[in-house]
């Protein structure tokens, strides 16, 4: 029987099994009978068969190829579809032809929630919405704002595509087995156009990433190399401040004005004059 197997380590799974949690979550979705639904992760199923009861059809990933017989059985192929796949490598917007169309659910293996995030902000045209079940610190860093002591990289990079709300705490009671850390459930919804034009993703994510590794610091000496005091000041932005201090669209008249002056060219030592963009050296 599926139900006796036991969580496996290397598929971070900790099986959610509170009725009451698996209602407020299902509560939270509220998914209607004509929703394009997939759920990522649905091991045993317990989420999966209350969705089941609302929608006409169901998709489920699932990576651990010894839950799909249990899962078979929950219901017939023409009401549960299930993809024996690894959800870091599956094409979510190739389910659907429609832009945001696809609400997408899960309890997520802590060990990949991050770069999963990302793997479906990549295809967020087709995604209407997304709630997951993670890591309450995760959670926490996704919801934060400006200023806060959860703010930071993954903040910054999920706030230019998408708006994050936490919902609710769930104890780690709620799971077989019980988790070291409290979990969370989140509510993510990709923005209609990203904020972050395709040209400056690059230097935005640059930018980011620069900012965040030296957040102790000021932004003028965070960002020392990437941009000179006259840039930064060019930006409307206090270099005195420190990386936590800025929304995301701060960030993103820094990448316009990193990006700007690369399309310029470089600063010449000798005259303090820009060069050409993609002038040769002498």
């Known amino acids: ?117 990302f793997h479906l902000l990549d295809q967020a045209w087709a995604i209407r919405d997304m709630h997951f079940l993670l890591q309450k610190e995760v959670v926490e860093r996704l919801a934060a704002q400006a200023g806060s002591k959860r703010y930071g990289r993954l903040t910054v990079m999920l ?48 930018i980011v990433n620069q900012a965040f590794s030296n957040r102790r610091k000021t932004l003028r000496r965070a960002l020392a190399g990437l941009l000179s005091p006259d840039e930064l000041a060019a930006s409307e932005i206090d270099g005195g401040l420190r990386p936590e201090q800025l929304d995301v669209p701060a960030f993103i008249r820094l990448a316009q004005t990193v990006y700007g002056a690369r399309e310029t060219g470089p600063v010449s030592p000798a005259t303090g004059a820009r060069k050409p963009a993609g002038a040769e050296p002498r």
């Open 1 to 117: 029987m599926t139900a006796a197997l036991a969580p496996r380590r290397r598929f971070g799974q900790n099986f959610l099994h509170d009725p009451a949690v698996l209602a407020r979550i299902v509560a939270a979705i509220d998914p209607r009978p004509e929703d394009t639904l997939i759920e990522i992760g649905p091991g045993r199923g317990a989420l999966t068969l209350p969705l089941l009861d609302r929608v006409h059809h169901l998709e489920v990933v699932e990576l651990d190829r010894d839950l799909i017989p249990g899962l078979e059985r929950l219901a017939p192929p023409d009401r549960l579809t299930i993809h024996a796949a690894d959800a870091l490598a599956f094409d979510f917007a190739a389910r659907t032809p429609d832009p945001h169309r696809l609400r997408v659910v899960g309890n997520l293996p802590y060990n990949i929630s991050t770069p999963l995030l």
């Open 159 to 206: 706030g230019a595509r998408a708006r994050a709300r936490q919902l609710f705490t769930v104890g780690p009671g709620a799971f077989r087995p019980a988790p070291k850390v409290e979990s969370a459930v989140v509510r993510i919804e990709p923005l209609d156009e990203p904020r972050v034009p395709d040209e400056l993703t690059g230097v935005f994510r640059q």
